[in-house]
Structure formats: C-alpha cells, structure tokens
Antibody, heavy 118, light 110 residues
Framework: QIQLVQSGAEVKKPGASVKVSCKTY????????TSWVRQAPGQGLEWVGW????????NYAQKFLGRVSMTIDTSTSTVYMELRSLRSDDTAIYYC???????????WGQGTLVTVSS | QSVLTQPPSVSAAPGQKVTISCSGS????????VAWYQQLPGTAPKLLIY???KRPSGIPDRFSGSKSGTSATLGITGLQTGDEADYYC???????????FGGGTQLTVL
C-alpha cells in the first residue's frame, strides 16, 4: 500500500538548518509530485512547496523563497526538505504529502515535529 | 489569515447532518477544484473529498462535497462521535501560484 514515512523529530537552535526526509512506498515515485505542508502548534495547514518526482522541478511558497530547498533521490524514492535560518515561528509539524492533482494531496506522511528553541 | 474562509467550529448531535462552508475567490475556488481533509486529534490530515465532490476509496458516502461559484461545502450525514475532528478545505490559487487551505473547522458531535 502507499506509504510516506518521515524522519524523526528535530530540535534546532535559531539560525540553524533542518533537513527532513520522506521515504515513499507503494507507487511509481516518478509519476507524482510531493508537497510539504506545515502546521504550527494549534494552528491550521500551510503549504510550503512542491517538488516533481519526475524532473525535480520545484515550486515554493513565496513566504519561504530563499530559505527552503526540496530535493529528490529517485534511487530510494525519497524526498527531502531543507529549511534554513530557522526562527522560533518555524516550530511546527512538517508533513510530506503525495500530490494526486494540483488541488489535492491524497496520501500523507506521519509528520515530523521541528522545534526551534534557544 | 487564511486565503480560504471557514467557520471556526460547528456542532450537531449524533445521527444528525452538518455542513461546513469554505469561501474563496475567483483565483482559487472559482477556477480550481476543491478538496476536503479530516484531521483527527494527533494525526495527519486525511483526504475526504477531491475534485469538488469525489470520494477516495474507503471514504463512506456519509461525506459529500459540492461547489458553487467561489464557495464550497462539505456535508456529513449520520454523525458519529468518531467524526469529531478538524476539517480543512484546500485548493490551488492561480494568482499566488500556491496551494491554499482554509483555517479549519472543529466539529463537535454533542
């Protein structure tokens, strides 16, 4: 069955970087894109960006331009998201999700809690 | 502030029906498909409805979606206590060139 399995929780200091992985199973990786969506404590969902599993093209939300990078490793069907210059308001659960179409995410990872604290 | 507007909370009794609204604009809901997600406490979001009114396999027909103009609605019939969750609408915004979500609606089954 389709699964997206994310790396474990991270604690980082302000100004540091974090790299979260999302290993996928059960479908043809190169046929789908992957979005990253975050959720701050007690808050709603916020789209961070998207990467194509076919050619690694990316589309980042304006808010994160210059701070985020998404990459893929097709040999292991894994997607990575790196967020730099971390601030306390980046504290959130980060989800990877398979894009079923531009308007929806049909399968989600379990989430990775990133805590930014001095 | 979310691009899409949802009521913060709704409630209804077990067995009853509830609707959750999602309001947007011509750059998002008005010209793109809408999806709905259910997020049970402490879990990842789960796709309930896509392309305005389609249900993924395994989603019961108690859940339905509709769209009219720049608004969308999620309907849930035969409410169960297990339906208590946060519900989010989402779509693509062609002006922002970004996926957008509503702020979420907390459903309480009294």
């Amino acid at each position: 069955q389709i699964q997206l399995v994310q790396s474990g929780a991270e604690v980082k200091k302000p100004g540091a970087s974090v790299k979260v992985s999302c290993k996928t199973y059960g479908y043809t990786f190169t046929s789908y894109g992957t979005s990253w969506v975050r959720q701050a404590p007690g808050q709603g969902l916020e789209w961070v960006g998207w990467i194509s599993g076919y050619n690694a093209n990316t589309n980042y939300a304006q808010k994160f331009l210059g701070r985020v990078s998404m990459t893929i490793d097709t040999s292991t069907s894994t997607v990575y998201m790196e967020l730099r210059s971390l601030r306390s308001d980046d504290t959130a659960i980060y989800y990877c999700a398979r894009d079923g179409g531009s308007s929806f995410r049909d399968n989600w990872g379990q989430g990775t809690l990133v805590t930014v604290s001095s | 502030q979310s691009v899409l507007t949802q009521p913060p909370s709704v409630s209804a009794a077990p067995g009853q029906k509830v609707t959750i609204s999602c309001s947007g604009s011509s750059s998002n809901i008005g010209n793109n498909f809408v999806a709905w997600y259910q997020q049970l406490p402490g879990t990842a979001p789960k796709l309930l409805i896509y392309d305005n009114n389609k249900r993924p396999s395994g989603i019961p027909d108690r859940f339905s979606g509709s769209k009219s103009g720049t608004s969308a609605t999620l309907g849930i019939t035969g409410l169960q206590t297990g339906d208590e969750a946060d519900y989010y609408c989402g779509t693509w915004d062609s002006s922002l060139n970004a996926a957008v979500f509503g702020g979420g609606t907390q459903l309480t089954v009294l």
